[in-house]
């Protein structure tokens, strides 16, 4: 072994190469490996993320607080099942993505025996803000679920990771278990929808200007 | 797009912002050459992209930060594993071991059936036959309380009103 494919491999191992996925893949691994450091780092990298996924398909924040934790849970508990280190991301929104539709399929279920209360969260980000950001808000999330609603569920999946949450089309195709050709085929019906969606986009056209 | 003067259609547009590649030659060549095909792809990918924007910065961030997530059933199933593979170890073992001891003993059990088998033929045999048993035998057997009369058994147990009462 020469020296610079000693030092490449103790970079890898320690995880400090500057390749984002390679530095993930190393995560995935040491955190595999039991390495409780690695694990919280993962967290913490996809933390956020993951919250704000949860909270654009709830629309509540302790819900999605809650979801985030158990989705984390799930995530270190399964953790061995993952094959491919490098597909983590897609793996983590897979677990996230059934955990939400589990939500929504409890909450009908709940909201069918009127059994559930409804909780808004009045003051989410627990930051004052001005009456015109909250009604800004307000509008923007009623334009954002007016358009999801009028999308079919694969539609709005794809949608929404592809926009929204920004995973790229390999990517959705792995979390929906999805070949990319009918990745792409939802993604421009619901590209077509999204045109003909005037209050979202004249929102966004007037934030824009 | 036979008409090189002709822009994209709005479908067209909307595959290049699915994905550029799927596109035909003819039609990639115009978009990169055309700027108003350009403009329309960009202002619809900008308010994409601003959709994004916003529905991150009017997301609340989370409250709590991730709890500390143990990896205790990692370490257990880790345990497990490896006291599973020690008990399955000791099974491949105990099977072969046992497979040894078992064709031994199923060719002993072979040998004994057998023998128990010629024992019982012949017992049916001699069944079968007419007065099997030996002839010492068949003088105990055939007729052997022929020769107790009445006068012997009354002897033997006398009737009761025969006794004279003291």
């Known amino acids: 072994m020469n020296r610079r494919h000693f030092r490449c491999s103790v970079e890898m191992d320690l995880g400090l190469t500057n390749d984002p996925i390679q530095k993930l893949s190393n995560l995935v691994g040491n955190a595999r490996s039991g390495n409780r450091a690695s694990l919280e780092e993962l967290a913490s990298l996809f933390h956020e993320e993951i919250f704000r996924m949860v909270y654009y398909r709830t629309g509540s924040q302790m819900d999605a607080e809650d979801l985030t934790q158990e989705i984390f849970i799930k995530m270190s508990k399964n953790l061995d099942r993952l094959k491919d280190p490098a597909r983590f991301k897609a793996w983590l929104y897979r677990i996230a993505l059934n955990r939400v539709s589990d939500f929504h399929r409890k909450k009908s279920l709940l909201s069918f025996f009127a059994t559930t209360t409804a909780v808004e969260d009045t003051k989410p980000s627990g930051e004052p803000h001005n009456a015109l950001d909250h009604i800004m808000k307000k509008?923007?999330?009623h334009q954002f679920h007016r358009l999801t609603r009028q999308l079919s569920r694969k539609e709005r999946e794809v949608f929404m990771l592809r926009y929204v949450d920004q995973l790229g089309i390999r990517e959705i195709a792995e979390t929906l278990r999805n070949s990319e050709s009918t990745v792409k085929t939802h993604l421009y019906r619901a590209l077509k929808k999204f045109k003909q969606a005037p209050g979202l986009r004249s929102l966004l056209k007037e934030s824009l200007s | 797009m036979k008409d090189k003067?002709?822009?994209?259609s709005e479908d067209q547009i909307l595959l290049s912002l699915v994905d550029e590649n799927d596109l035909s030659e003819v039609v990639k060549s115009h978009?990169?050459?055309c700027t108003a095909c350009q403009e329309k792809k960009t202002a619809l990918m900008s308010e994409l992209e601003h959709?994004?924007?916003?529905?991150?910065d009017l997301a609340p961030l989370p409250r709590q930060k991730p709890l500390p997530l143990l990896r205790e059933s990692r370490h257990f199933s880790f345990r497990l594993r490896v006291l599973a593979a020690g008990f399955a170890v000791v099974l491949i073992i105990a099977c072969l071991l046992s497979l040894v001891f078992f064709t031994d003993s199923s060719k002993q059990m072979t040998a004994r059936l057998s023998t128990e088998m010629e024992a019982h033929l012949y017992l049916i045999d001699e069944i079968l036959e007419e007065s099997a048993l030996p002839e010492y035998y068949l003088d105990i057997a055939v007729n052997s309380y022929s020769y107790f009369d009445?006068?012997?058994l009354e002897f033997v147990v006398?009737?009761?009103e025969q006794f004279d009462p003291v």
């Open chain 1, 139 to 141: 509008e923007f999330w």
């Open chain 2, 5 to 8: 003067s002709m822009h994209l």
């Open chain 2, 31 to 33: 978009l990169l050459a």
């Open chain 2, 51 to 56: 959709l994004r924007q916003m529905a991150k």
């Open chain 2, 150 to 152: 009445d006068e012997f």
């Open chain 2, 158 to 160: 006398p009737l009761e």
